[in-house]
């Protein structure tokens, strides 16, 4: 009876979209298998809007946007067949304390957690720009966070984990050099 009574709380919890700190990991642990190349994931602060595009599929959870970052590149590196490309926007390193009380620590954290992991930092409107294409014909799973900092939102571009550009493009020139 007990499961039966924590299978349907789990249930609720992903029909509305607020997620527990546990909760929100076993989704992306059901969602990873089938996100591939070209998906998004993001972790999203708190005054990140609800977006509507069609692939775009927004949780709430109750949990640290570090550990959610962390968590994200951790279950990342288990998987085979996707790696992530890191984006970052070029604002934060600009956002003063005195506006933002924390947001010091926060990129510490951050600047952490991202050691040795492939990062671009670009102007928010050009990351949302490709989120939004990508929205329109891929899967984005974006996890917003209760952080209340501005431009500190990290998103996480997959690509094949198995395949690069450089496979990629020895392809098309042995495919062009047979015709």
């Not at 085979?80 to 490309?85: G, L, Q």
């Not at 050691?115 to 974006?142: C, R, S």
């Not at 209340?148 to 395949?163: A, D, H, N």
Request: glycine residues 6%; hydrophobic residues 40%.
């Amino acid at each position: 009876m007990k499961n039966k009574i924590i299978a349907v709380c789990v249930l609720f919890s992903l029909m509305t979209g607020l997620l527990t700190a546990a909760d929100w990991k076993v989704k992306l642990q059901q969602e990873l298998p089938l996100l591939g190349h070209r998906n998004w994931i993001v972790v999203a602060d708190s005054a990140y809007p609800l977006q509507t595009a069609p692939g775009i599929e927004t949780i709430y959870v109750e949990a640290s946007q570090l550990e959610v970052v962390k968590g994200v590149i951790a279950e990342l590196a288990r998987t085979k067949h996707v790696k992530p490309m890191i984006y970052t926007d070029s604002e934060m390193p600009f956002v003063a304390e005195k506006n933002a009380p924390g947001i010091g620590a926060y990129r510490d954290g951050l600047a952490k957690i991202l050691t040795n992991q492939p990062v671009q930092v670009l102007p928010h409107e050009q990351i949302i720009g490709k989120l939004d294409e990508a929205g329109k014909t891929f899967k984005v799973l974006l996890i917003k966070t209760p952080l209340t900092k501005p431009y500190t939102s990290v998103f996480f571009q997959l690509e094949c984990g198995y395949w690069n550009a450089e496979s990629e493009k020895e392809l098309r020139d042995t495919m062009k050099g047979a015709k």
